[in-house]
């Protein structure tokens, strides 16, 4: 994973910043797997009602496309607009929902995240 963005994100604050957060994957995966892992990583965050799951798990899944190995999804986040999405450079869609939009970001920068190592590698935390 590697996170840009023209000024310094806070963890408290992120959601005031453009950025973008490219994912690298390490093996192929089906766009619908994608989409239902991000998912359920959310709905350990929030618990979310079933129409929220059923709907938001639609729109990511119309979303995001198969990946190889060594393919990357980068998600370019804008405040108060929403998130676009991005294979491999071009531009697969885009997400207005600002709670699904901060949401599939909370997965990597929640402090609730099931991965707080690179959670801290991210916002380069120090100990």
């Not at 963890?11 to 989409?35: C, H, P, V």
């Not at 496309?65 to 804008?78: A, D, F, H, M, R």
């Not at 450079?89 to 929640?110: A, R, T, Y």
């Amino acid at each position: 994973a590697r996170l840009w963005s023209d000024s310094s994100l806070k963890t408290d604050s992120w959601q005031q910043n453009r950025f973008a957060l490219e994912l690298i994957y390490l093996r192929d995966f089906e766009g619908k797997s994608i989409a239902k892992r991000s998912i359920d990583e959310i709905n350990k965050q929030k618990d979310l009602d079933p129409p929220k799951i059923r709907e938001w798990l639609n729109a990511l899944e119309n979303l995001f496309p198969n990946v190889k190995k060594n393919q990357s999804l980068t998600g370019l986040y804008i405040p108060n607009y929403g998130v676009k999405f991005y294979h491999m450079n071009q531009l697969i869609g885009e997400i207005k929902d600002l709670e699904l939009s901060k949401s599939f970001f909370d997965i990597w920068f929640s402090n609730k995240t099931s991965a707080p190592e690179l959670r801290k590698e991210l916002f380069k935390e120090t100990s």
